[in-house]
């Protein structure tokens, strides 16, 4: 393993560490509410998705801070990268109370814009309630260990990780079954733990970075200072354009499926939970790449930034080929453990479920890919490249197939019947192929190396 290679591990390990103590808790989540029944794993994933729509605006702030202080540390500036630290602290607390409000005011209606029923809406709307709420300190903490891994730190990110799950975990147990004297909140009991996770890890984060025990030390100066936050926005509104694309094109995405009935949607959301097992490796060179692109440039090393892009390459396609062959090998037995036996729909929600894993599996490698030339480009500070690839990608390799094959069209003589959800997973394994042959075709051209930020 050459310099390049223990760099990148480094700094994804911890990423990949932390990333599978969200994941796991993510299955647990899904796991203790299937065993509640069917209709609060829909209730619970649609809610899920709802606050996944809010995810562009965090991005924003979070990124642009990542790229910023990933140069600034490059080039040994401490000062500047205090002071990017600061500001985009401030806007994220700022841009995180309207996207609360949103939350309770409108999360019942976009419920029924997606095509839940009444029951779902129900459940999902009085999660959304309690999950929007601690959505402001949400947005600094993602925009606190951003901040982090763009100066070098995947391990702070990774602890604050692990015991905000943790914690999640535990009162996961206790307020969704009512255990110990604590009361039976149903699905809505997972909302109120990982607000509780949230809160902690805000808190004892906070106190990292103000002792100076970390990396980078927030040193705050109660001022505002437009062109820095401006610099941090100019990088990061891209990513928020193209975080909203994605959103709303998932949101039609899961529209689609959805309309598909209760079961099939039931077995998509719990395909999903498993399949993000195979997001562990690649989220961790996501960020690995992402921090040493911004500080090789920052360094005013363009040749060690793009050696350092096809040394991730070639890391994630091995991680990523072990995880495609689990997903393909073994459906049934990853999904079993996240369905209750007992339920009515129990053998249709594992058919179908298991068949979502193998046609995933499939494009497993090219989204690996995607992880890491995405995060190569936005460490660079190109956030309009990916915004670019999202907006015609998403729309015309997932959304449009999903719709046309699932539900089938008629055109002249030919009158194709339609596929039902099935369809909807062939369209995402496609569009991954898809994203990723254009985001290497982008990378190629080597125009990130001339970002200016």
Known sequence: MDEIQRRLWKLAWPAIMGNISQTLLNLVDTMMVGHVGALAIAAVGLGGQVSWFMMPIMAAVATGSLALIARFVGARDEENATLALEQSLYLSFLLGIPVMLFGWLFGDDILRIMGASEGVIKLGYAYIRILFAFYPIRFVSFTALAALRGAGDTKTPMKLGILMNVINAVLDYLLIFGKFGFPKLGPVGAAWASGAGITAAFLIGSYLLLSGRLVL?????????????????????????????????NFLYMSVVTRFGTIALAAHQVGLRVESIAYMPAFGFNVATSALVGQNLGAERPDRAEKTVYEALKMVGLFMTLMAFILITFPRYLVMPFISSGDPNYSEVLRLASIYLLIVGISEIPLGWVFVLGGALRGAGDTK????????????????????????????????????????????????FTTAALLWWAFRRGKWKHVKV
Request: aromatic share 14%; glycine share 8%; hydrophobic share 50%.
């Open 217 to 249: 030390r927030l040193k705050l100066t109660y001022s505002f200072h437009p062109e820095m936050a401006m610099r941090i926005l100019r990088v990061g509104i891209p990513t928020m354009v193209e975080r909203g694309l994605f959103s709303f094109y």
């Open 385 to 432: 490249t990916p915004m670019y690839i999202t907006a015609v990608s998403k729309l015309l390799f997932r959304i449009l197939p999903a719709y046309l094959l699932g539900f089938g069209f008629t055109l002249g003589p030919v009158h194709f019947r339609g596929l039902g959800v099935i369809a909807a997973w062939i369209a995402m394994s496609l569009e991954t």
